[in-house]
């Protein structure tokens, strides 16, 4: 078959022409926005005019049939428009107030999950895992669809106090960036990479391989030429292994899942924050990872239960305190939670004042 | 005959309410044998609890060195389908609008050449289509091109810049994140296409505070939009916002940051000097406040994922930037700051991280930006800091 | 510099570090701009002209870099 004439440079479509037409005519005209329930929202324009929004939830892995599929819908009842969020959810936008009731009846008719709008879980931000990903210490999908089972009704119908935003990044490099969620999974290793040296002389650069350790644990091996870790300093972040892939960090047995809590990427009422880590680790349990579906389980209710309406999971913490944290939600406080990487001194506690 | 599955753990996943990205694989591999034996490698990742992949570095299309990302399977004779198995990144469009139409060509030109899986979107916000052979690449890439569709940034490049929908359908947005996005896409192919910078660089932009894109927590250039001026009130909105049940002195009062409002039981006073336009207020009362003043943006720099020294947010650079077409002064400064990097970055060293290690005081030199106490949280703590002769001359 | 000669000078440069150190397009236009006087963005014209018909090739692991692609 022949091919077409390949073209370089031309950057993205023009979002102009994917717009429905009511957008185009009301753009940067909205004035306000009421959501009518879990997962339908309208936004009204200064014209008078409305869209109404239509949100389920989506895998992120799409096959091209399930894509064909919403585009079908987005036929149907949206003009032929679509979009998705942030968050890897699909959004229907709809002109035509008279196909809202229909399309959420085909939406649930062919089982879609229609909410995450409001103060709920929305879609889990992930990555790629075992699916596609060289460095994976655990496999993003499958953690998402466990943990999203377990909270289905969070995305809904039920509420919490505010939004609650939860991730989960395959290995430490967080190609999702977790690291500013309100709850949120990272895989960690626990053991020092095994240097393969003969793959190493031949294929990886020593300076760059050793600039990237953190913590200055990778020296040269001039007999072999090749390096050697120094057990004692590696913290296991698998830098040097995207660096050098003749590092082998992969432990079936040592990987597991740390979770993190606490963050946030808004600036509303507080400042946004970052994830602290709340479990340092739970064995990988595939294929549905009970004991951390567990975990989270317990977070999250402790969370519902404990904090003032519009608090995020971070801003609760923080005016109970992290000690009341670990002991209402009964989590053990380890080593590990005390940092000795670059901002230590910033996280001891310089004051007498705290709780039992 | 047999009615055992080849796929006993995944199955597990195909189970309950969330949709199941196993049956996603499922219905790709019905039709596709690359598809299949990437179902049946994931199935032999859950029973060995590890992944079996490698990561490939060298191919690429014709004069590019990003938007493919080069992957093998490390079991290549067990699943010959997945022996490559290489990732496109399609630039994704403005606030990730898509038609119907759109969509069915990806589709479309995806089943002819590819595994016929895709994330909508991946965490940069491309299209990621997952898994081709090498020698699929350029017809890929020939087919999304002569239709209008450009490959996304990797490796040490500007990555695939994105946005929040902004004023698409935004009652808050105070810049148009969907047309900035896009004008910079378009002026910077060159830095997207050909990594010449240190590392990654990427570039979001959010339309208020909320920051539904993630903006100050993974972009090196973070664009915020934001206001200097007053928040309007319709007192009448209050109103009715207190009928319908809400506590505002519990809700919006007592929660404001600053202190900066008073409500008397009929209406609602905001002091405007001293607010931080945090938006908990304007967000909970959205009929009710509005913005108004001169819009703009906030430019910061700086965030990133842990490696190498831990995670870290963006910090202000400049307080306040009016961005409108054609965005001059933006781009003068982010070239400003790009060649920083360039003269000091060392390989693999992020924008942040050079700028945490040289100094403030160099690179806002460098990029011709005023010291302001809106860059910082406080005032450093140590009497012990740096004079330059300049400084002498000053006073 | 006629821009042959230049094309010259950078596969020269990207062959010589090969096994040594990798170098990434800006070494390259730095090395290369220090040492004949060329403006960068002209060596970096001559540099698009020779991954355009495939003499050299950008890698990604670790970094992006500028390469010999490999005869195989």
Redesign the interface.
């Known amino acids: 078959m022949d091919l077409p004439k390949r073209k370089t440079d031309i950057g993205p479509p023009n979002y102009r022409d994917f717009l429905p037409p009511v957008i185009s005519k009301n753009y940067g005209d909205w004035k306000y926005h009421e959501v009518l329930s879990p997962g339908v929202m309208v936004h009204h324009a200064g014209s008078g005019e409305k869209i109404w929004t239509v949100r389920v939830a989506s895998p992120r892995l799409l096959s091209t049939d399930t894509v064909r599929e919403l585009a079908d819908i987005a036929d149907k009842y949206c003009g032929g428009y679509l979009r998705f969020t942030t968050r890897n959810n699909v959004e229907f936008l709809v002109s035509d107030e008279a196909m809202l009731c229909p399309l959420q009846l085909e939406l649930n008719d062919k089982k879609y999950m229609i909410g995450g709008i409001g103060p709920r879980i929305s879609n889990i931000v992930h990555t790629q895992g075992w699916v596609h990903c060289h460095s994976a210490a655990t496999d993003a999908s499958g953690l998402v669809k466990a943990l999203m089972d377990e909270f289905a009704d969070y995305f809904t119908t039920k509420e919490l106090p505010n939004k609650v935003r939860l991730a989960v990044a395959c290995c430490t490099n967080m190609c999702g960036a977790v690291h500013c969620s309100d709850i949120a999974l990272v895989a960690i290793h626990r053991k020092a990479p095994k240097v393969n040296h003969d793959s190493v002389k031949n294929t990886c650069e020593l300076p760059s391989t050793i600039a990237a350790c953190p913590t200055g644990a990778i020296s040269p091996d001039s007999s072999k030429k090749s390096v050697k870790i120094n057990d004692d300093k590696c913290m296991y972040c698998g830098n040097c292994f995207t660096v050098c892939s003749c590092l082998e960090i992969n432990n079936p047995d040592f990987d597991g899942v740390a979770i993190v809590a606490g963050g946030k990427v808004g600036s509303l009422r507080s400042d946004p924050k970052f994830s602290r880590l709340v479990v340092p680790f739970i064995k990988n349990n595939p294929p549905r990872w009970p004991e951390v579906v567990e975990a989270v389980s317990n977070i999250l209710d402790a969370y519902a239960a404990g904090a003032k309406k519009h608090e995020r999971v971070g801003e609760w913490i923080e005016r109970i305190g992290w000690e009341k944290f670990f002991r209402i939600t009964g989590l053990k406080f380890t080593y590990q939670h005390i940092d000795d990487f670059t901002i230590a001194r910033e996280t001891f506690r310089t004051s007498a004042a705290f709780k039992w | 005959m047999s009615t055992e599955s080849d796929t006993p ?2 199955d ?2 195909e ?8 049956s ?2 499922k ?2 591999a019905a039709k596709n044998k690359m ?1 299949l034996d ?1 179902l049946k490698q ?1 199935e032999k ?2 029973r ?8 490939g ?2 191919v ?1 299309i ?5 938007g493919i ?1 080069g ?1 093998h399977s490390s079991l290549p004779q067990e699943f010959p389908g997945v022996a490559d ?1 290489h ?1 496109v990144r399609v ?14 060509q ?2 479309d030109i ?2 002819r050449h590819g595994s ?10 491309d299209i990621i289509l ?2 081709t052979s090498t020698e699929k690449l ?2 890929v ?3 999304f ?6 490959l996304g940034g ?4 500007l990555r695939t810049p ?1 946005c ?2 902004g ?5 808050w ?1 105070n810049i ?1 994140t ?1 047309d900035i996005i ?1 004008n910079l ?2 002026e910077f ?2 830095e997207m ?7 990654k660089f990427k570039i979001k932009a959010a339309g208020c ?10 972009a090196d250039c973070s664009i915020i939009g934001t206001w200097r001026g007053h928040i309007v009130v319709d007192q009448s909105a209050v109103a009715e916002y207190a009928k319908q049940g809400m506590d505002i002195q ?2 919006i009062v007592n ?3 600053t202190g900066c409002m008073v409500y008397d039981g009929r209406e609602l006073y905001i002091n405007d000097e001293d607010c ?1 336009r ?3 207020c304007i ?2 009362m ?2 009710a406040l509005r913005p108004a003043g001169e819009k703009g943006a906030t430019i910061l720099i700086g965030s990133k ?7 870290t ?1 963006s910090w202000v650079l400049v307080p306040f930037m009016k961005l409108e077409p054609p965005y001059d002064e933006f781009k003068a400064l982010l070239k400003k700051i790009w060649e920083y990097w ?1 003269e000091h970055g ?3 060293e992020r924008l942040g991280e050079l700028v945490i290690r040289r100094g403030m005081r160099e690179f806002l030199e460098f990029v011709g930006v005023k010291p302001s106490p809106q860059q910082v949280k406080e005032p450093r703590r140590d009497p012990f800091f740096y004079w330059k002769d300049e400084d002498f001359r000053r006073q | 510099m006629d821009k042959e000669e230049l094309k010259k000078r950078i596969f020269e440069l990207v062959e010589k570090s090969v096994g040594k150190k990798k170098l990434k397009s800006s070494d390259i236009q730095k090395i290369i701009s220090a040492d004949t006087g060329v403006a960068r963005d002209y060596v970096k014209s001559a540099l698009r002209n020779l991954v355009d018909d495939g003499t050299l090739i950008y890698t990604y692991f670790g970094g992006s870099f500028v390469e010999i692609p490999s005869k195989e």
């Open positions: 753990l995944l597990e996943l189970k309950g309410p969330f949709p199941s990205f196993v996603e694989i219905k790709a598809a990437e994931l990742s859950y060995d609890k590890r992944g079996y992949w490698k990561h570095g060298i690429g014709r004069g590019y060195g990003s990302i992957r198995f990732t630039n994704s469009v403005s606030g990730f609008f898509y038609t119907s139409d759109s969509l069915r990806i589709c995806w089943d016929g899986l895709l994330n909508m979107h991946g965490s940069t916000g997952l898994g350029e017809p890439f020939a087919e091109s002569s239709r209008g569709w450009d990797s490796g040490s490049s994105s929040c929908i004023p698409a359908r935004c009652e947005a148009d969907l896009y896409t378009q192919q060159d296409h050909r990594p010449a910078f240190p590392y505070a909320v920051d539904c894109i993630g903006a100050i927590a993974r519990a809700e929660l404001c940051p931080s945090c938006m908990h967000s909970r959205t009929k994922a842990p490696f190498v020294i831990g995670a947010l360039d060392k390989n693999r």
